[in-house]
């Protein structure tokens, strides 16, 4: 069974753009989420989909949103991206929710300059 | 407010030798504690994942106990490898949400 797959893997962007991350869960899992890891704050949880529904949320600002799909894929958006915005976004998926076993994915290294 | 705290912060151990990494926490309510190892620039891999009826759970080298009742888990590592070079994260659940530890860095040196 494939894993949790997430591209793309590195991103460098300008201050004030905007960016896309996908994340693929593993077959046949149905909930997904998207956790920003910095070294100073550790891991923090953005927010899970669940049958294309959000369902929990992290204390971020809006600019940080997300969408899954009907094939269960999710994509994390973030615009107006700032120098703090810099970090690895990790996405997870589990079988049911969040209160089961994750299957983290490798990752996207976004920086911004 | 729930937390998690991990101890050490960082770790460096002689290739071969034990080791223990320490998690407390207070969530409630309580339902299952995670540990996860994360290789540098990797995502985090699952250890092991307890709910607080079991006591201790193993994974090859890797055995994690849990105390519901001082709320507090270890990870103990038998034997380390250099390949055990790694963050080891600390997780609870509780009340819907996800508690992360900010890690403990274990280094092995040969």
């Known amino acids: 069974k494939a894993g949790v797959t997430q591209t793309p893997r590195y991103l460098i962007k300008t201050r004030g753009q905007q960016v896309t991350l996908s994340c693929s869960p593993i077959?046949?899992?149905?909930?997904v989420s998207w956790y920003q890891q910095t070294p100073g704050q550790g891991l923090q949880f953005l927010f899970e989909y669940f049958s294309e529904t959000q369902r929990n949320k992290g204390n971020f600002p809006g600019r940080f949103s997300g969408r899954q799909f009907s094939n269960s894929r999710s994509e994390m958006n973030v615009s107006t991206l700032e120098l703090g915005d810099s970090a690895l976004y990790l996405c997870?998926?589990?079988?049911?929710?969040?209160?089961?076993?994750?299957?983290f994915g490798p990752g996207t290294r976004l920086t911004v300059t | 407010k729930n937390q998690v705290e991990q101890s050490p912060q960082s770790l460096i151990i002689l290739e071969g030798k034990n080791c223990t990494l320490q998690c407390n926490y207070t969530v409630s309510p309580f339902s299952n504690l995670r540990w996860y190892k994360q290789d540098t620039g990797r995502g985090p891999v699952s250890l092991t994942i307890?709910?607080?009826?079991?006591n201790t759970k193993s994974n090859g080298r890797y055995t994690a106990t849990l105390d519901a009742d001082t709320k507090q888990s270890s990870l103990h590592i038998t034997a380390s490898q250099l390949s055990d070079s790694a963050s080891y994260i600390c997780v609870a659940f509780g009340n819907e949400k996800l508690t992360f530890g900010t890690g403990t860095r274990l280094t092995i040196i040969p």
């Open positions: 307890m709910t607080f009826s079991e």
């Open positions: 077959s046949g899992h149905r909930s």
């Open positions: 997870a998926s589990s079988g049911r929710d969040i209160s089961y076993e994750q299957y």
